[in-house]
């Protein structure tokens, strides 16, 4: 089973930057398509970027353009750069496994997660 651990969570201003990680250790990290997912309170966690295990990326309209996702698997961490963020970006930030090789919506991993606050 894998382990995922996120770190670079955080308070910003509106229109800052962060830099998200997520380490994983016990598993053959290369094999799995990556995503992030974020959870607001009262709301529905939902997919914000993934990527295949080949560096295929998708992303939801709400950050098109603002977050990149990117993964170095010599070092078993997947990135999410996050940049000009809004305060309705703020939420919790997971980390997750994909199930295969092009698809992070049905995890099989997920990471404890990590706060990202925007403040207006």
């Known amino acids: 089973q894998v382990q995922l651990v996120e770190s670079g969570g955080g308070l910003v201003q509106a229109g800052g930057s962060l830099r998200l990680s997520c380490a994983a250790s016990?598993?053959?990290?290369?094999?799995?398509?990556m995503g992030w997912y974020r959870q607001a309170p009262g709301k529905q966690r939902e997919l914000v970027a993934a990527?295949?295990?080949?560096?295929?990326?998708t992303y939801a309209d709400s950050v098109k353009g603002r977050f990149t996702i990117s993964r170095d698997n010599a070092k078993s961490t997947v990135y999410l750069q996050m940049n000009s963020l809004k305060p309705e970006d703020t939420a919790v930030y997971y980390c997750?496994?994909?199930?295969?090789?092009?698809?992070?919506?049905?995890?099989?991993?997920w990471g404890q997660g990590t706060q990202v606050t925007v403040s207006s």
């Open positions: 016990g598993s053959i990290f290369g094999s799995y398509a």
């Open positions: 997750a496994q994909g199930s295969n090789w092009d698809s992070a919506t049905r995890p099989r991993s």
């Open positions: 990527i295949t295990t080949g560096g295929g990326r």
